[in-house]
């Protein structure tokens, strides 16, 4: 291969890996563009994905570019390939986030052997055991969040109180105002004639069960009930969460943290655990200061994950390339 002509057919099947990272809402925020003659995938926010309520200042969108950039650089490896991102290339254009330049290498393996979990990391809104998660299993998460240059926390009792206390609040936050539930509702699937587009947004069917009680850090996408038939089922008592953050709060350190989010999901899956997000306590400014551990070197706090051993869950749609992906 020239290492200034990507052949379309390689730059298609790496894009094709590259969407099955996840985003807000499964919003998909991400386009991607390459140029014939040259080496590089550009990636692009989409602003027609932007959510003004829930992610004024786009962090949610260049945490979703982040993770859909680190599974094209997975891919690559996979290939015996190198993606080389540089992010922010252009400062006078916000939503050019990266630039990927791909060429031959002898591969990474610690990302390649990474590709087989693209496909079988899938969110899971189901209650998981109360099997506790290994110290060992956790301690190689943490190291797989320092290699993006991030940290994963690993709470302590009363440090996971408060954030499920985040959790509980952020929900009573949403349910007062009518613009956030309007917001959030335009990417539920309720399975409705005319409820939009099959491809992207949270299917009925992942939507998971109703908690019989409120002890899980899983965000209810239906409390308006539009989906019907949805069971009943109580969650562990004690869930396992973790925390991802960085010490700066920029855009640079939101898509590093999209990419140390990915990884981390991406090693979980393979560790046989089973995955959630939860970021809607991190959606309000005046909740989102407390999430962090005040003694933790943590200056940020970008995701609440829930980690554990149950189902893991159901793929959810996704845009085909055609509509993400622009050759000129």
């Keep these: 291969m020239s290492t200034t002509d990507l052949p379309r057919p390689l730059v298609t099947s790496l894009v094709e890996d590259a969407v099955t990272a996840p985003s807000m809402h499964n919003a998909q925020p991400w386009r991607f563009l390459h140029r014939t003659g040259t080496d590089v995938i550009e990636l692009y926010g989409d602003p027609a994905r932007e959510m003004p309520r829930e992610d004024p200042d786009h962090r949610a969108l260049h945490l979703g570019c982040g ?10 490896a996979h290939r015996g390939l190198e993606a080389v991102p540089s992010l922010l290339p252009t400062g006078g254009d916000p939503w050019h986030v990266a630039d990927v330049r791909v ?26 055991t109360e099997e506790p998660v290994p110290s060992e299993v956790l301690e190689g998460l943490q190291a797989a969040a320092l290699l993006e ?20 609040t952020s929900e009573l936050f949403e349910a007062a105002d009518d613009s956030v539930r309007a917001e959030v509702a335009t990417w539920i699937r309720a ?7 099959a491809t992207e947004g949270i299917p009925p069917y992942a939507l998971g069960p109703r908690q019989y009680d409120v002890t899980s850090p899983v965000r209810d996408f239906d409390a308006p009930r539009r989906v019907t038939g949805r ?8 869930p396992r969460i973790v925390l991802l953050g960085t010490t700066e709060d920029t855009p640079r350190d939101w898509l590093k943290a999209g990419q140390a989010l990915q990884r981390v999901l991406l090693r979980a899956t393979l560790d046989g655990l089973s995955t959630s997000l939860m970021s809607q306590p991190l959606e309000w400014p005046e909740l989102r ?28 749609p996704r845009r085909p390339v055609s509509e993400v992906l622009t050759f000129v």
Excluded: I, N, Q
Excluded at 290 to 302: E, I, K, L, W
């Design 67 to 76: 993770a859909a950039l680190f599974s094209l650089r997975v891919a690559a």
């Design 231 to 238: 069971s009943s089922a109580s969650f562990e008592k004690r």
């Design 103 to 128: 060429r031959d290498s002898a591969g990474d393996e610690g990302l390649a052997v990474l590709r087989p979990a693209l496909r079988k990391r899938h969110t899971s809104r189901f209650p998981f």
């Design 289 to 316: 200061s407390d999430a962090r551990d005040p003694a933790s070197p943590t200056g940020y706090v970008h995701m609440v994950l829930r980690l554990g051993y149950g189902p893991h869950g159901t793929a959810t």
């Design 191 to 197: 399975g409705a004639t005319g409820d939009g587009s």
């Design 149 to 168: 240059g991030c940290r994963l926390e690993v709470p302590g009792d009363w440090h996971s109180d408060t954030v499920m206390g985040l959790v509980h």
